[in-house]
């Protein structure tokens, strides 16, 4: 029986491609294997948000085959669509295809059997690399997850691509253009994933508020969220990422009368300053934003906000850079995820002037973290004493071990609870901070025998 090994680098969409890949290898009669065993065969999903992630795939591949240089070795994701040569020409690589060729991964596995007939089962391929002139402009949805993986949580991607062609980024240039996945599809998914057993849903895509504009907003990422509800066995529903931009009107109320919504929401600033926001083209301003979180707020008692900062995009001044600092700590997040800019080749920024240099954008890195660090503090230090419910999993964390799990609004507790407690939602009282941990106590005990 043979072998495969995926690794995943990169966001929440390239975790549920690599797991649909997965399921196709598993179709074929592979093994899956972690990525440091031997493998007959390995994919490897690549990102490309920042040059940091380009170098770090190339790390990963060239590792890949060192650690074992009979693998066959396939190259897939964001960094595979916009630098297929610098990829292909890596020794050792069989293979790369694009974002929207993952829907074809059947055809290039029977081109490895094939080739792995012909030469007795002798190892490493060699097939030219596929080479696209562009990026397919609609997402093809063929390829769903049912498994989801050992954990209690699953991802469902409804969406792909993206249209808003912020300056810095490349995503639309390397996922295409946005589409929505038919909603049938994702309520049929979403059956079978809660019909194994998993208790939470992860709704995912590249830009999660857009969806249905391709469609003329016949549907909207609340009706996915209504459909998807009244599935049993599902007992929590909560977003990956929705941006500001294109967040539907009506989507708070809506939410707010779905129990089972989790009140968490990670919403990318980017930046506080309404400047460098236009020269991002973000599409909003601090006001629009600021009133979006009051009114999650408003709707969702002790709701976590979360989101991502960049640093460094050129043309920030000081002055903007402070605007963003204020904005950012009088919204108060509960937890930020900061960036430093990096220039993409192909994208509107990096042709723009007046970069900054590399040591402000470290400066100015370093103290958005500080700032971002005494945010969570603060916010955690809120729920001390609190009783919130949380999902346990089955992964044993911090000093002691103990499992743990995320509270509706996404503060990551410890618990000491018995393994029979996994995959559970207990209530839970809030006791102390531990490190990155917030240790947590049963509110009612646990008795296994009963629960």
């Not at 990670?266 to 973000?282: C, D, E, T, V």
């Not at 900054?356 to 700032?371: E, F, G, N, Q, Y």
Request: charged share 25%.
């Amino acid at each position: 029986m043979p072998t495969a090994a995926l690794i995943t680098l990169g966001c929440k969409v390239n975790q549920y491609d690599t797991q649909a890949m997965q399921e196709v290898m598993l179709r074929n009669g592979y093994t899956i294997v972690a990525e440091h065993d031997p493998a007959d065969l390995c994919i490897i999903n690549t990102c490309t948000v920042t040059n940091t992630a380009d170098q770090k795939a190339r790390q990963v591949i060239r590792r890949a085959i060192r650690r074992n240089p009979d693998t066959e070795v396939l190259v897939t994701g964001c960094y595979a669509e916009s630098d297929r040569d610098a990829i292909a020409a890596i020794p050792g690589v069989s293979l790369v295809f694009g974002n929207r060729e993952k829907a074809d991964l059947q055809k290039y596995l029977d081109i490895v059997h094939e080739s792995w007939k012909e030469k007795d089962c002798s190892p490493l391929l060699q097939i030219d690399p596929v080479h696209h002139d562009a990026v397919r402009e609609h997402a093809n949805f063929s390829m769903s997850v049912s498994e989801a993986g050992k954990h209690t949580r699953a991802l469902i991607k409804v969406q792909d691509g993206c249209s808003a062609f912020c300056t810095y980024c490349i995503i639309p240039y390397v996922r295409g253009r946005m589409t929505s996945r038919p909603l049938s599809d994702i309520v049929r998914e979403a059956k079978q994933i809660a019909a194994n057993g998993y208790k939470e849903i992860v709704i995912t895509g590249v830009h999660l508020g857009a969806y249905g504009l391709d469609n003329g907003r016949q549907q909207t990422i609340a009706d996915i969220l209504e459909h998807i509800h009244p599935i049993n066995g599902i007992e929590r529903i909560r977003f990956s990422s929705i941006e500001a931009m294109n967040f539907p009107p009506d989507l708070v109320d809506r939410m707010a009368a779905l129990p089972k919504c989790m009140p968490h929401f990670h919403l990318p600033l980017q930046a506080g300053s309404n400047k460098i926001l236009r020269q991002m083209r973000r599409r909003y301003t601090t006001e629009q934003f600021s009133r979006l979180v009051e009114k999650l707020r408003a709707s969702f008692p002790d709701v976590g906000v979360t989101t991502d900062v960049m640093v460094g995009f050129p043309g920030e001044t000081d002055a903007d850079f402070e605007d963003s600092l204020r904005f950012v700590e009088a919204t108060g997040f509960s937890q930020l995820h900061v960036f430093r800019y990096s220039p993409r080749r192909g994208t509107p920024a990096a042709d723009y002037p007046d970069h900054v240099p590399p040591h402000v954008s470290a400066d100015r890195s370093k103290a958005t973290i500080r700032l971002g660090k005494r945010l969570e503090i603060e916010f955690r230090k809120q729920m001390l004493g609190k009783t919130m419910n949380v999902l346990v999993e089955e992964s044993c964390e911090g000093p002691a071990g103990h499992l743990a799990g995320f509270t509706d609004n996404y503060l990551r507790v410890l618990l000491d609870v018995p393994d029979s407690a996994v995959n559970r939602i207990l209530p839970v009282k809030l006791v102390a901070l531990e490190g990155e941990f917030i240790r947590a106590e049963a509110a009612n005990g646990f008795h296994p025998e009963t629960d």
